[in-house]
């Protein structure tokens, strides 16, 4: 039985799907505005795990992850790097699909963005002021947080700990200092969509809960993202689903992944210690950032260090030795006690440390099977031998093709060749492997 410590009712329980023959599933994703950060991939790698724990015990799970490509923070380094909106947020995507395949994240069933979902938006908001739950002011929707009761209980906030307006000054739109924008005008040189109100575009909080209506409808089983997501963003989604909805019913489960540090620390550009999981890859494997990432329980702060990273490689070459070494025997393919270990809240370290156990008895039917649950990738964790030069190429092939500058790209693919390398294009991004 699986069991899931649920933010909800802050207590671990059973998991009871809507429908035990579809599980349903949504993880907010990122904002696509510069490159992932290992505290960014955090969510994902524990969400993948999750992902194929549920697959492996139930006939189908659908499981949706958005790409929030409008945005603020999109907006100015847009403005910043001098390129358009949407260079900035195709460019970054692709890295963003590139950055999860090479931590063999496989690709969820739906990856909505913000920006194909306006309608819905736009009809969520018109509902909320129907509902009375919203209204507009100077070309501004907000929510109107004091319409809901239940505001606040679920990130276990009151009204006066909700800290609107306590050190900014309250726009003057605002009814109440506590209420968020559903939608906001656009200015000439910001993107904008036509609405009842104006031109304008959406809030953020919105954006999740329009797409999570479209995609899973009004109840569904887990929803999931990083602890500081809880509020606003949580809540805000809550309070707009259930009061567009009129009902009480929105994610059964909520699930929050702990806080990341690097090296002892907050992570700070200034600081030495912001990784991008682009910059991690060149010099590790995917499979060793999934190792270091999950030898932490998801709900735990994890302090990440790139020492961890240098120990993970080894371990992950030494099994991948083993693998080769062993590949063929069969075996007991048996994990009840492994899987076990993950239906307990996804204990990650002590499922990882079965794994071990199974190594160390040479259990490989077991081994092979835990590895593929953990989503390691243990065929490409040679990646690493990969030369540099060649993935350079790779990526600038890459570009060529997004570019659609095919003859480039067909001439940098021959010389890759040369070089006893291939690249193979597939839905999540490419591949290079040696011939
Ligand atoms: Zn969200």
Redo the contacts with the bound molecule.
């Keep these: 039985m699986l069991k899931i410590f649920n933010t909800a009712k802050n207590k671990k329980i059973d998991f009871i799907p809507i429908n035990k023959d579809e599980v349903t599933m ?1 993880v ?2 990122p904002t696509v505005y510069d490159y992932i950060h290992i505290g960014n991939a955090r969510p994902i790698i524990v969400f993948d795990v999750l992902y194929r724990l549920l697959s492996s015990i139930y006939p189908s799970v659908k499981y949706v992850r ?1 790409i ?1 490509d409008i945005d603020d923070k999109i907006n100015s380094k847009a403005l910043q790097n001098n390129e358009t909106i949407f260079e900035l947020t195709k460019r970054t995507e692709n890295q963003f699909i590139k950055d999860y395949k090479d931590l063999n994240a496989i690709k969820p069933d739906i990856e909505p963005r913000a920006t194909e979902h306006i309608d819905e938006m736009i009809e969520m908001i018109q509902q909320l002021i129907e509902n009375k739950n919203a209204y507009e002011a100077k070309k501004h929707v907000l929510f109107r947080v004091k319409s809901w009761d239940k505001y606040g209980k679920f990130a276990n906030k009151s009204y006066d700990e909700q800290e609107h307006g306590a050190r900014v000054e309250v726009a003057d739109y605002k009814q109440d200092p506590a209420d968020f924008v559903l939608w906001k005008p656009s200015s000439d040189d910001e993107p904008s969509w036509d609405s009842p109100w104006g031109k304008g575009r959406p809030g ?2 919105i ?2 809960s329009a797409m999570v209506k479209k995609h899973l409808g009004e109840n569904f089983d887990i929803h999931g ?1 990083g602890l500081d ?1 809880i509020f606003p ?2 809540q805000n ?1 809550i309070a707009q689903s259930c009061c567009a909805n009129k009902s009480d019913k929105f994610a059964n489960y909520w699930m929050h992944n702990g806080f990341l540090m690097s090296e002892g620390q907050k992570m700070s550009k200034s600081l030495g210690n912001f990784y991008t999981i682009n910059e991690l890859l060149n010099e590790f494997s995917g499979n060793a950032i999934r190792l270091v990432l999950l030898s932490t329980h998801y709900r735990k702060p994890l302090d990440f260090t790139k020492s961890k990273l240098i120990e993970a490689e080894n371990l992950i070459n030494k099994l991948s030795d083993f693998i080769n070494k062993n590949k063929n025997e069969k075996q007991d393919e048996n994990i009840d006690e492994f899987k076990n270990a993950l239906c307990d809240d996804l204990n990650t370290p002590l499922a990882i440390s079965i794994m071990w156990k199974y190594q160390k008895e040479n259990q490989i039917g077991k081994l092979l099977k835990s590895i593929e649950l953990l989503g390691f990738d243990i065929k490409n964790s040679d990646k690493s031998q990969i030369p540099q030069e060649i993935k350079e190429l790779a990526e600038k092939r890459n570009q060529a093709k997004i570019e659609k500058n095919f003859a480039e790209s067909d001439k940098i693919r021959n010389k890759i060749k040369q070089l006893g390398y291939e690249i193979k294009d597939t839905p999540n991004g490419y591949e290079i492997n040696k011939i």
Excluded: I, K, P, S
Aim: aromatic share 14%; net charge negative.
């Design positions: 949504y907010c994703g958005n929030t953020w909080h954006e999740c993202g997501l963003h949580h989604e």
